[in-house]
């Protein structure tokens, strides 16, 4: 009996646990049965794994979980894992999906030399990309990656790593370090209002050396822009947040040694003005002070003062204190705590062991030691 209770008590616990972490697990109002159809078909006509050449097995949808906030706009996100080989090995692969919209795919890095044999050149990397980005367009009906192919192709025509038009801006990275050494990584920004970019408002894809299609994710498709009505200026935003970087600064006995704004466009992440997939415009307001030092009872190190105002309507998003810990000097000196005891035992170990080593010669028999030596 209190076997059985104690197994209903963990259970509960395990279903509470689930609930705080994952958030909603209610359905979602678009239907889901068809997502496994679209992975296998997006891994062959995108991502280009095709049946001749590699055995692709998709998993049943995920259960629709909601996603961060969720609260006054809720969003439910599926996943579908697929398992891909060939002759030389195998990988799994992600695909997610945002209220049933494609969100993102990745393939594991840790296999990615199982796909493709020879390391290519930079221009067949741009045009593997142009490939990818015809594929996801014929694919989804997308019409912005039309621009994303033409700004592709002209990089590869220019040899140029950042391009643009009137309405979106390329940029591409070369791989310098694992997993993407030697491979590309470029990124395809949607302009607001001609200009401002975002980095929710842009479409990604990575392609490795051997020019497999490693990473998509298409933001665009997702998030969407809720204003550019832009009412707060940056002399305005500086005047609103004078103020408090001013006050802290004289309560904590500090000088403001440079303040910096900056324009962008972001999302509310934690849902205070409604859909955390809606993009509005704000001002960044950022002081640094003359001195880094302890912060508070935490030992935190205090490096500046935030100030984020939304540029539409005056209101703040951020208001505090930028602190944090100093990654070199703590970092050594927590290495050197984690050393200490390590030493410590290594020595204890070392000196047993020479202990015993000597306790045990020392009741050898004469003869046992002179044969040894004789040997």
């Not at 579908?80 to 195998?90: D, F, L, Q, T």
């Given at each position: 009996?209190?076997?059985?209770?104690?197994?209903?008590?963990?259970?509960?616990?395990?279903?509470?646990?689930?609930?705080?972490?994952?958030?909603?697990?209610?359905?979602?109002?678009?239907?889901?049965?068809?997502?496994?159809s679209i992975a296998l078909q997006f891994l062959q006509q995108v991502a280009g794994f095709n049946t001749s050449d590699y055995q692709i097995n998709a998993s049943s949808p995920s259960e629709p979980r909601g996603t961060w906030g969720a609260q006054i706009t809720?969003?439910?996100?599926?996943?579908?894992?697929?398992?891909?080989?060939?002759?030389?090995?195998?990988?799994?692969?992600?695909?997610?999906?945002?209220?049933?919209?494609?969100?993102?795919?990745?393939?594991?890095?840790?296999?990615?030399?199982?796909?493709?044999?020879?390391?290519?050149?930079?221009?067949?990397?741009?045009?593997?990309?142009?490939?990818?980005?015809?594929?996801?367009?014929?694919?989804?009906?997308?019409?912005?990656?039309?621009?994303?192919?033409?700004?592709?192709?002209?990089?590869?025509?220019?040899?140029?790593?950042?391009?643009?038009?009137?309405?979106?801006?390329?940029?591409?990275?070369?791989?310098?370090?694992?997993?993407?050494?030697?491979?590309?990584?470029?990124?395809?920004?949607?302009?607001?209002?001609?200009?401002?970019?975002?980095?929710?408002?842009?479409?990604?894809?990575?392609?490795?050396?051997?020019?497999?299609a490693t990473w998509i994710s298409d933001g665009m498709m997702i998030y969407y822009v809720a204003t550019t009505n832009v009412t707060v200026s940056e002399e305005q935003a500086l005047a609103i947040a004078e103020p408090y970087i001013q006050a802290f600064a004289?309560?904590?006995?500090?000088?403001?040694?440079?303040?910096?704004?900056?324009?962008?466009?972001?999302?509310?992440?934690?849902?205070?003005?409604?859909?955390?997939?809606?993009?509005?415009?704000?001002?960044?307001?950022?002081?640094?002070?003359?001195?880094?030092?302890?912060?508070?009872?935490?030992?935190?190190?205090?490096?500046?003062?935030?100030?984020?105002?939304?540029?539409?309507?005056?209101?703040?998003?951020?208001?505090?204190?930028?602190?944090?810990?100093?990654?070199?000097?703590?970092?050594?000196?927590?290495?050197?705590?984690?050393?200490?005891?390590?030493?410590?035992?290594?020595?204890?170990?070392?000196?047993?062991?020479?202990?015993?080593?000597?306790?045990?010669?020392?009741?050898?028999?004469?003869?046992?030691?002179?044969?040894?030596?004789?040997?």
């Amino acid at each position: 009996m209190k076997k059985a209770f104690l197994c209903i008590a963990v259970a509960l616990m395990l279903a509470l646990s689930s609930t705080v972490i994952y958030g909603h697990s209610v359905e979602c109002s678009t239907s889901t049965t068809n997502l496994q159809s679209i992975a296998l078909q997006f891994l062959q006509q995108v991502a280009g794994f095709n049946t001749s050449d590699y055995q692709i097995n998709a998993s049943s949808p995920s259960e629709p979980r909601g996603t961060w906030g969720a609260q006054i706009t809720p969003h439910f996100e599926n996943f579908v894992k697929a398992n891909i080989s060939n002759s030389r090995g195998e990988s799994e692969a992600y695909l997610n999906f945002m209220d049933g919209t494609f969100w993102f795919y990745q393939l594991d890095s840790s296999s990615w030399d199982n796909f493709g044999t020879n390391e290519l050149s930079f221009n067949d990397l741009l045009k593997t990309l142009i490939k990818v980005v015809n594929g996801y367009h014929a694919f989804f009906n997308t019409s912005y990656c039309s621009d994303f192919a033409q700004l592709a192709f002209s990089a590869l025509q220019t040899q140029k790593l950042s391009v643009e038009n009137r309405d979106f801006s390329l940029q591409i990275q070369r791989g310098t370090s694992a997993p993407l050494s030697n491979g590309i990584y470029a990124t395809c920004y949607s302009k607001i209002d001609g200009e401002n970019t975002s980095n929710f408002r842009s479409m990604q894809v990575g392609i490795s050396k051997t020019g497999v299609a490693t990473w998509i994710s298409d933001g665009m498709m997702i998030y969407y822009v809720a204003t550019t009505n832009v009412t707060v200026s940056e002399e305005q935003a500086l005047a609103i947040a004078e103020p408090y970087i001013q006050a802290f600064a004289k309560k904590n006995q500090r000088e403001v040694t440079a303040v910096s704004t900056a324009f962008r466009y972001e999302k509310d992440g934690i849902e205070e003005r409604g859909d955390t997939l809606a993009i509005y415009p704000e001002w960044t307001i950022y002081a640094s002070y003359n001195q880094v030092s302890v912060y508070n009872t935490s030992e935190a190190y205090l490096f500046g003062y935030s100030v984020v105002i939304w540029a539409d309507n005056g209101g703040f998003a951020v208001n505090e204190p930028d602190y944090g810990w100093p990654p070199t000097t703590n970092g050594n000196v927590g290495l050197l705590f984690l050393l200490i005891p390590a030493v410590i035992i290594m020595i204890f170990v070392l000196a047993s062991g020479l202990y015993l080593y000597n306790r045990r010669k020392m009741k050898k028999p004469e003869s046992y030691i002179k044969g040894n030596d004789a040997a």
